[in-house]
Structure formats: structure tokens, C-alpha cells
């Protein structure tokens, strides 16, 4: 028998049901089309480790520690995550396109919609806890943050390129 055991993420994959749970909450047609599904399981194979869930009759995620033959197997492979921190564009696009699937073809496509479809509105969960103003200006803070971060990071590989092919002369130039 052919089990696919998590490497210990028992909390990662309840961290992660808890979050896509409360977005599904907000949106009872999502968990409904959901619900189809229910009894089917999700392997998320990632660089780190498994994650494995169970879809229940009420369209929302339990985490499961292992599954024997998953539904559905989607696939990160740390080539993706790297080619996926390296590019600009749309996270969303990067990430559909990052991902390897195996099985249920319904239910992936399914999920590929509600990807699509589905926001988690932070800033009205924040707000809830800080009032509106702290959670707009923090939402506001955290976005510069991230894009500071991004370009850091381009401008880092941008040097680092130069200096390889530049200093170094180990790249060939055109």
C-alpha cells in the first residue's frame, strides 16, 4: 500500500485549513460546490513536506496526516518556488503555473475557479481586531513592505548577475 506520509506538518496543514476555512466561511456558495467533492483528499506535495486534507460533507478542509491514494496531488517543486521568487508578474499566474497536477480533474479545475475567485479580505478581519484606521494603515504598510522586499530582491540577483558576468567574466555575454 502506498502511503504518502507528511514529514510532521501536522500543524501546517491545520494552520492552512483554518485560514482557507475562514475565506470559505464568508462565501456558503464556495463550500457548497465544495461539498460535491466531500469525502476526497488533497495531497500538497511541497519542498518541506506533505500536506494532506479531506474535504467534508459541509464543503470545508480537514487535515488529514496521511492519505492513501489521494483524489487530487498538487506539486511544488523547489524549481518552481525559485523560478516563482525570481519573476515579476501576477503571484497568482506564477503559481497555477508552478503547480504539477495529478488526478481528479473536476475537482482540480474546481479548485483552480475558487483560487481565482476567492479574496480573503484581510483588512475587514483586521479591522474587526484594531478598528479601521490601524488596519487600513497597517494593509497599507505591509503592501510597501512586500514590494520594497521584491525589489530587494531584484535589484539583489540584478547585481549579482552583473557581477558574475562583469567581474568575473563566467557569464558569456551577447
Same mark, same amino acid.
Not at 8 to 13: E, G, I, Q, V
Not at 70 to 76: G, R
Given at each position: 500500500?502506498? #502511503?504518502?506520509?507528511?514529514?510532521?506538518?501536522?500543524? &501546517?496543514?491545520? &494552520?492552512a485549513c483554518? @485560514?482557507?476555512?475562514?475565506?470559505?466561511?464568508? %462565501?456558503?456558495? @464556495?463550500?457548497? +460546490?465544495?461539498?460535491?467533492?466531500?469525502?476526497?483528499?488533497? *495531497?500538497?506535495? *511541497?519542498?518541506?513536506?506533505?500536506?494532506?486534507?479531506?474535504?467534508?460533507? =459541509?464543503?470545508?478542509?480537514?487535515? /488529514?496526516?496521511?492519505?492513501?491514494?489521494?483524489? *487530487?496531488?498538487?506539486?511544488?517543486?523547489?524549481?518552481?518556488?525559485?523560478?516563482? !521568487?525570481?519573476?515579476?508578474?501576477?503571484?497568482?499566474?506564477?503559481?497555477?503555473? @508552478?503547480?504539477?497536477? $495529478?488526478?481528479?480533474?473536476?475537482? @482540480?479545475? /474546481?479548485?483552480? #475557479?475558487? !483560487?481565482?475567485?476567492?479574496?480573503? +479580505?484581510? +483588512?475587514? =478581519?483586521? !479591522?474587526?481586531?484594531?478598528?479601521? &484606521?490601524?488596519?487600513?494603515?497597517?494593509? #497599507?504598510?505591509?503592501?510597501k513592505l512586500?514590494? &520594497? $522586499?521584491?525589489?530587494?530582491?531584484?535589484?539583489?540577483?540584478?547585481?549579482?548577475?552583473?557581477?558574475?558576468? %562583469?567581474?568575473?567574466?563566467?557569464?558569456?555575454?551577447?
Amino acid at each position: 500500500m502506498n #502511503r504518502h506520509l507528511p514529514t510532521s506538518h501536522t500543524l &501546517a496543514s491545520g &494552520a492552512a485549513c483554518r @485560514a482557507i476555512n475562514h475565506v470559505l466561511g464568508s %462565501e456558503p456558495w @464556495a463550500s457548497a +460546490e465544495l461539498a460535491r467533492h466531500a469525502n476526497k483528499t488533497i *495531497l500538497l506535495q *511541497l519542498p518541506l513536506g506533505n500536506l494532506c486534507f479531506e474535504i467534508n460533507a =459541509d464543503g470545508l478542509l480537514n487535515s /488529514l496526516q496521511e492519505t492513501d491514494v489521494p483524489s *487530487l496531488t498538487l506539486e511544488v517543486s523547489t524549481k518552481a518556488l525559485s523560478d516563482m !521568487a525570481g519573476s515579476s508578474g501576477s503571484l497568482r499566474e506564477q503559481a497555477f503555473k @508552478a503547480v504539477k497536477i $495529478t488526478g481528479d480533474a473536476d475537482l @482540480a479545475q /474546481l479548485l483552480g #475557479r475558487l !483560487a481565482g475567485q476567492l479574496r480573503w +479580505e484581510y +483588512e475587514e =478581519d483586521l !479591522a474587526r481586531l484594531v478598528g479601521d &484606521a490601524p488596519a487600513n494603515f497597517a494593509v #497599507r504598510q505591509g503592501k510597501k513592505l512586500v514590494s &520594497a $522586499t521584491r525589489s530587494a530582491a531584484s535589484d539583489l540577483l540584478d547585481n549579482v548577475v552583473e557581477y558574475v558576468s %562583469e567581474e568575473k567574466k563566467v557569464l558569456l555575454n551577447k
